[in-house]
């Protein structure tokens, strides 16, 4: 057990402002990346010197040598990132802190992401690097919504949801998003209406099931509970951050689609969830709002049931059901607008709007909110979740 | 006529999929199994994941398929695909080789026209140098 003064917390969040896919052309990622990172630290009321960590995950490109060098730290003795692809790791990366400050390794520990496809690959396009190609390229399966697309039509398939269902998760991101100055989709309406007649990307998938794909960058510092009382910012506790694939699962939807058939359908975060909530020492009962990681809407229907809120095959009729939104809803998500209607810097800004309704500043605060959880990733290997408190 | 533009790339064989392909080349789906305890695999791998072992033949799947999933694709994220819009990406069940599932597409079938839980029939298709390619029509 844990002493309480070792206990991980998150102490600041900072970010840049996020624009669409190539709208940085003035600034570099890696500039995006180091304002990010200051911001964190101003915000955390900790002197940039004193960052002796940073972390990400997942073919980040602004390794530690380059920050070192860019931002002139001058001590960094734990450096990480963990694995998988795309957003998958995005709370893994916290796991990674979490063991940094506890073990003694680092203090004070910079987590981030910065993405600036304008300025590299788009994400949504083919990348010919990618291991297995030989079994998905050849057969048209280029990119991440192809790949997610299949698992999403035979979970309908099985279990009877419907378009709406999948359209009500847009829909929700969107109403949050038009509360959320920041969020690059803030001023634009979305109507089922106009939901259901958006083009098809890749069946059942129209438009607004995908997640934008955006510029900027953000970050935050992790440090122990009792190192925090020396700072100014409010901690957010990390209850538990954990990072695990389905047994079998392998590549999944990113590879042949082998993954259990039992399984299929089933969005791959079952084990994680069961290990976040165990570590975190709480149910799905005691979770007063989450951060979903929506990179397709369909995935979003099974991370509900795989993290508990509902059983399998129900989110469908769930989120028909209300619960989902923050006006009225018992388990209100992704109340920045999230990868739909935010921006989609790979889960990570949803890290920073768990931390936000912690610290009861989100611009849709659900009032008293105490235990907020966030997932990074689903479907792909091999997705992350963390557990944040008061 | 090919199902993609010649654009779209053919497989480069690895050295872990390097006999897979050669019997495409062959006109032949084979798939692995574990020569121990006899569980089939896909994509190919040097151990099986229920045993461990790496001892494995390959076995000829002809008539078994079935299409267990599907997606409609309508939008270009592969330079030079755009002529094949809109085409279907399958997910090939074999029930009878553990349930392994091979990536292919359906030809000769409109969207509408697909149907999980359908029957299968393996073609071959040539698209020049290098193995030819499994793709399937619906069973008659």
Redesign the interface.
């Known amino acids: 057990m844990t002493a309480i003064r070792d206990e991980a917390c998150i102490v600041g969040l900072g970010e840049t402002e996020y624009r669409r896919w190539g709208g940085f052309q003035d600034r570099s990622e890696l500039q995006l990346t180091c304002e990010a990172i200051q911001a964190a630290a101003a915000d955390a009321g900790l002197d940039v010197d004193d960052i002796d960590g940073v972390v990400s995950y997942a073919m980040d490109r602004n390794d530690p040598a380059f920050l070192q060098d860019a931002m002139g730290l001058p001590n960094i003795r734990f450096a990480s990132q963990a694995w998988g692809g795309g957003g998958a790791a995005s709370c893994a990366s916290l796991q990674h802190a979490v063991a940094a400050v506890q073990s003694g390794a680092a203090h004070y520990v910079a987590a981030f992401r910065g993405l600036c496809q304008g300025q590299s690959a788009r994400y949504?396009?083919?990348n010919?690097a990618r291991r297995?190609?030989?079994?998905?390229?050849?057969?048209?399966?280029?990119?991440p919504?192809?790949m997610m697309?299949?698992?999403i039509?035979?979970y309908m398939?099985e279990y009877g949801v419907k378009q709406e269902h999948l359209g009500e998760i847009a829909l929700n991101a969107r109403a949050n998003a038009h509360r959320n100055p920041r969020a690059v989709m803030r001023d634009r309406p979305l109507t089922m209406e106009t939901y259901l007649a958006s083009?098809?990307?890749?069946?059942?998938?129209r438009l607004y099931d995908c997640c934008q794909e955006n510029d900027g960058a953000c970050a935050v510092i992790v440090t122990t509970l009792e190192r925090a009382r020396d700072l100014k910012a409010r901690p957010v506790r990390i209850l538990a951050a954990a990072h695990m694939n389905t047994p079998?699962w392998g590549a999944g939807p990113v590879?042949?689609?082998?993954m259990p058939?039992e399984d299929?359908g089933a969005g791959n975060c079952a084990s994680v969830a069961r290990e976040v909530f165990g570590r975190a020492g709480v149910t799905p009962k005691d979770i007063d709002v989450a951060q979903i990681y929506d990179h397709f809407s369909g995935l979003v229907l099974m991370s509900l049931e795989n993290f508990g809120f509902c059983g399998r095959g129900e989110a469908g009729d769930f989120v028909a059901d209300g619960h989902i939104r923050w006006e009225g809803g018992d388990l209100p998500i992704n109340t920045s607008g999230g990868h739909l209607s935010e921006a989609y810097m790979h889960g990570f800004n949803l890290i920073l709007e768990g931390a936000r309704q912690i610290r009861g500043e989100s611009t849709s605060q659900v009032e008293g909110a105490e235990i907020c959880l966030v997932t990074g990733g689903s479907g792909a290997p091999a997705p992350s979740a963390a557990i944040l408190g008061v | 006529m090919a199902y993609f533009p010649p654009a779209v790339p053919g497989p480069e064989p690895t050295i872990e999929d390097a006999v897979f392909w050669s019997h495409c080349a062959k006109s032949e789906l084979r798939f692995q199994k574990c020569a121990s305890c006899g569980r089939f695999r896909h994509p190919p791998s040097p151990i099986c994941r229920y045993c461990r072992a790496t001892e494995h033949d390959w076995v000829e799947a002809r008539d078994e398929a079935e299409l267990f999933s599907f997606t409609v694709v309508n939008y270009p994220s592969f330079s030079g695909i755009e002529p094949a819009l809109p085409y279907n990406v399958a997910i090939v069940r074999f029930p009878s080789f553990d349930n392994v599932r091979l990536v292919s597409n359906i030809v000769g079938a409109e969207p509408r026209e697909l149907l999980i839980g359908s029957r299968l029939s393996l073609i071959w298709e040539d698209i020049g140098p290098g193995p030819k390619l499994p793709r399937f029509r619906a069973s008659a």
């Open positions: 949504g396009k083919f010919a297995g190609n030989n079994f998905l390229a050849p057969f048209g399966m280029f990119s919504p192809i697309a299949p698992m039509q035979r398939y083009r098809l990307i890749a069946s059942p998938l079998g590879g042949t689609h082998n058939i299929y």
